[in-house]
Structures are given as structure tokens and as C-alpha cells.
């Protein structure tokens, strides 16, 4: 029986790539596409795919929050992760969320199919740059950086924040009252010593978090 997987990605020319290194499998099946961590949620509770190739930075809710609701409604599937982020706090987060696996988009073809099987199976499978980034750090006990602070979901609004979306848009998404959203921003700034979106933004430059360039989401900053 075929391994049956759910594409998420919000570049339809990545899924066309992935579909066609996939088609080319023995034993794989593309069940469907999905362009946004709602859709990639939906379908996992409909469709329950096997395995999720999930990007991160997405419209809506994002690879990180869409990786946990599937954890929660469809346990049996398995997510493996392709980003563009190697470096942390993404891959350690994304873990912590439920993928069973972590690969970077500059991975070969051969690697995709390999992360496939191999999770399917009921092992983890990180791509060999992300796993010594995590064994290094493990050895050093960790770096010692702000990001370190944030708990998840302080995260998961970090990362809405700085791609633009504004509070309003926050709660609705992620089903928390607006008042909640802005105290968790506010904690933010808090937490990583900067007075507005736009120094957040900054800062997630600063850590690789984000490719310079404008928030465009909603409006840039709006609360």
C-alpha cells in the first residue's frame, strides 16, 4: 500500500517540484496540496494522509501552529518539516510541536523520498545539517539567547506579528481574544527589549527569523 502524503507549501512551483520527485516513487501517492496551514489542517482531519511535508512561513496560522493541530487531530500522521530555517529556534520548536522529521529546502530529491519512508516507519529524520546545529547545541547546554524566553505560543505570535499580521487577525487565527494576543505582544516586547512591531521585525532579522524586507500581511505594525 502506497505511502499517502499531504503537500503544504505556499509556492505552488515547490509543490509541482516535490509532487514530481514524489510521482517519480514506487510506494508514494501525492493524496493532496495545501497552500496554507488552515487548508493543511483541514485535510489532515479529513483526509488522514500518512505523512505532511510542511512548510514553515505560510499565510494564516503557519507551518509551526498548523504542525501542532495536527498532532492533536490526526495523531497517526506523521509531519516532516522542509524550511528554508536550519538554525534554531525553529527546528528544536518544530519538534517540540509534533514533526517527526526536519529538512531544508536546499535538500536533494533522493533526501525528500528517503525522510518519507524513513518517518513513515516510525522514525525521526533530520537532515544532517539540522542535526548537528541540535547536537551542538545540546552539548553546550543551549545558547543563551533571548528566544530562549518565549514559550510556544509566545512564539507562534511572534512569528504572525512580524509577518505582518495585526492583533485582530492574531485572535481570529489562532482563536484567542484580542485582549490575550496583546498581552502576549506585550510580553514580547518585554521579553526581548524592543518598544514596537517594527523593533521586533528588527530583531527577528537579527536572529534569522525573517528576510529583510517589509511586513506586509495585514499593515505593517497595526494593533
Same mark, same amino acid.
Given at each position: 500500500?502506497?505511502i +499517502?502524503?499531504?503537500?503544504?507549501?505556499?509556492h /505552488?512551483?515547490?509543490r509541482?517540484? &516535490? +509532487?514530481?520527485?514524489?510521482?517519480? *516513487?514506487?510506494?508514494? !501517492?501525492?493524496? /493532496?496540496?495545501?497552500s *496554507?496551514?488552515? $487548508?493543511?489542517?483541514?485535510?489532515?482531519?479529513?483526509?488522514?494522509?500518512?505523512?505532511?511535508?510542511? $512548510?514553515?512561513?505560510?499565510?494564516?496560522?503557519?507551518?509551526?501552529?498548523a504542525t501542532?493541530?495536527?498532532?492533536a487531530v490526526?495523531? !497517526? =500522521?506523521k509531519? &516532516?518539516v522542509? *524550511?528554508? @530555517?536550519?538554525?534554531?529556534?525553529?527546528?528544536?520548536?518544530?519538534? !517540540?510541536?509534533?514533526?517527526?522529521?526536519?529538512? =531544508?529546502?536546499?535538500c536533494s530529491?533522493d #533526501?525528500?523520498?528517503?525522510?518519507?519512508?524513513?518517518?513513515? /516507519?516510525?522514525e525521526r529524520?533530520?537532515?544532517?545539517?539540522?542535526? +548537528?546545529?541540535?547536537a551542538d547545541?545540546?552539548?553546550?547546554?543551549?545558547?543563551?539567547?533571548?528566544?530562549?524566553?518565549?514559550?510556544?505560543? #509566545?512564539?507562534?505570535?511572534?512569528?504572525?506579528?512580524?509577518?505582518? @499580521?495585526?492583533?485582530?487577525?492574531?485572535? $481570529?487565527k489562532?482563536?484567542?481574544?484580542?485582549?490575550?494576543?496583546?498581552?502576549?505582544? @506585550?510580553?514580547?516586547?518585554q521579553?526581548?527589549?524592543v #518598544?514596537n512591531d517594527?523593533?521586533?521585525?528588527?530583531?527577528?532579522?537579527?536572529?534569522?527569523?525573517? #528576510?529583510?524586507?517589509?511586513m506586509?500581511?495585514?499593515?505593517?505594525?497595526k /494593533?
Amino acid at each position: 500500500m502506497s505511502i +499517502r502524503v499531504l503537500l503544504v507549501d505556499d509556492h /505552488a512551483l515547490v509543490r509541482t517540484g &516535490i +509532487r514530481h520527485i514524489l510521482d517519480e *516513487s514506487t510506494g508514494i !501517492e501525492v493524496l /493532496a496540496e495545501a497552500s *496554507s496551514g488552515e $487548508d493543511a489542517v483541514d485535510m489532515a482531519r479529513s483526509e488522514k494522509p500518512d505523512v505532511v511535508l510542511m $512548510d514553515v512561513n505560510m499565510p494564516g496560522i503557519g507551518g509551526m501552529e498548523a504542525t501542532r493541530k495536527i498532532a492533536a487531530v490526526a495523531p !497517526e =500522521t506523521k509531519v &516532516i518539516v522542509v *524550511s528554508v @530555517h536550519a538554525s534554531d529556534p525553529y527546528p528544536s520548536r518544530l519538534m !517540540e510541536a509534533g514533526a517527526q522529521g526536519y529538512l =531544508t529546502k536546499d535538500c536533494s530529491g533522493d #533526501e525528500i523520498v528517503t525522510a518519507v519512508r524513513r518517518v513513515h /516507519a516510525g522514525e525521526r529524520y533530520l537532515a544532517a545539517e539540522i542535526a +548537528r546545529k541540535l547536537a551542538d547545541s545540546l552539548l553546550s547546554g543551549g545558547k543563551d539567547t533571548p528566544l530562549d524566553q518565549l514559550s510556544q505560543r #509566545e512564539l507562534q505570535v511572534m512569528l504572525m506579528i512580524i509577518q505582518g @499580521h495585526s492583533v485582530q487577525s492574531i485572535s $481570529d487565527k489562532l482563536f484567542l481574544s484580542p485582549k490575550t494576543v496583546s498581552t502576549y505582544r @506585550h510580553r514580547l516586547f518585554q521579553k526581548l527589549d524592543v #518598544e514596537n512591531d517594527v523593533g521586533l521585525a528588527r530583531f527577528a532579522i537579527r536572529h534569522g527569523l525573517l #528576510e529583510e524586507g517589509p511586513m506586509d500581511a495585514d499593515e505593517p505594525g497595526k /494593533a
